[in-house]
């Protein structure tokens, strides 16, 4: 029983990874947007954003 288990959890985690393999691949695939600042993980360039004024560089960013 213990190998189903194990088999069933393999075939799972393969399928997932599949599915976010894929989707990354077509969210990057034929953009062709200049290079920006480097993003760092989780927080992405929110560290770019200075706290004092933020909305004034939103605002700048929207024109």
């Known amino acids: 029983m213990l190998n189903w288990i194990a088999t069933d959890?393999?075939?799972?985690?393969?399928a997932l990874l599949s599915v976010v393999?894929?989707?990354?691949?077509?969210?990057?695939?034929?953009?062709?947007?200049?290079?920006?600042?480097?993003?760092y993980p989780?927080?992405?360039n929110i560290l770019h954003v200075s706290p004092k004024g933020a909305w004034l560089k939103f605002m700048e960013y929207k024109k």
């Open 9 to 14: 959890l393999f075939a799972v985690s393969l």
């Open 21 to 39: 393999l894929i989707a990354h691949y077509r969210r990057t695939q034929g953009r062709s947007y200049p290079p920006g600042p480097p993003a």
């Open 42 to 44: 989780l927080v992405g």
